[in-house]
């Protein structure tokens, strides 16, 4: 099967360019495992990209938290795909909860948005994940299984494609999913993705959890079979995202 362990830093909207040099030399200075064993991803706001990119070891790769639906064009205060790939910046964060929650977007504008993404050539940390609510009235599979599906309809090639699964209610709550409750996701989702795209898809496509991971808790939920590796919001902005990509070996 071979799905190499993935971590990805969503720094959100956070930082200084002076704060941002700090966490670039943490990560250029930790030890971390080689890129045969682990693809490490961090996603700075736009205006650092070009800057964390040029200051960034080969060991690490940079995201952006999110890019326009179609070509750019009259479409103030958006940042279009092809303008990624002309920054060759190879990767973008799509359908993060706050993103879904905050600014409403549907789970159709997410797949439209993966689509075309994929189509100008960068690779996709595509988000979903219930709120709180939603597990609690046992809707989770169905909320997620909706999300999939309407990236599902509109991508025909997975490889560039990595599903992060982050519970609403587990991100920046310090309330992390037991490795169990992610495990149970996690092999859902890929029982989805067997089901309604295909077996290969489903055997290679990396699930990543993401909510409330730290150093203390990533050991044990990398032990879970279907958890290829981590969304980290918060402790990406620490040295402890380090001990945190140690826990692919
Ligand atoms: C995230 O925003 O993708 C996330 C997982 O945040 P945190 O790790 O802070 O919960």
């Known amino acids: 099967m071979g799905r190499k362990f993935f971590v990805g830093g969503n720094w959100k909207c956070n930082g200084t360019t002076e704060e941002v040099k700090k966490i670039v030399s943490t990560l250029n200075e930790g030890k971390i495992p080689s890129q045969d064993v682990v693809e490490v991803v961090v996603s700075p706001p736009f205006v650092f990209l070009p800057l964390v990119k040029s200051l960034l070891k080969p060991d690490f790769h940079v995201a952006a938290q999110n890019c326009w639906v179609k070509k750019g064009g009259a479409f103030t205060g958006e940042v279009s795909a092809e303008m990624l790939v002309n920054l060759g910046i190879p990767w973008v964060i799509l359908g993060h909860s706050e993103r879904r929650l905050i600014l409403n977007e549907s789970n159709e504008f997410v797949g439209d948005k993966v689509a075309y993404a994929l189509a100008q050539g960068l690779k996709v940390i595509a988000c979903v994940g219930e709120t709180l609510e939603q597990r609690e009235s046992g809707s989770t599979v169905e909320v997620v299984a909706a999300q999939t599906k309407a990236i599902a309809e509109r991508v025909s090639n997975w490889a560039n494609v990595v599903l992060a699964y982050e519970p609403v209610w587990a991100i920046g709550t310090g309330k992390v999913a037991t490795p ?43 032990g879970q079979p279907d958890l290829d590796g981590f969304l980290v919001g918060g402790a990406s902005l620490k040295p402890e995202f380090i001990d945190i990509i140690k826990s692919a070996e």
């Open 180 to 222: 169990a409750q992610a495990q149970e996701v996690h092999s859902e989702l890929r029982k989805w993705l067997h089901a309604n795209v295909n077996p290969d898809v489903a055997a290679t496509t990396r699930i990543i959890y993401g909510g409330s991971v730290n150093g203390a808790n990533s050991k044990e939920l990398a």
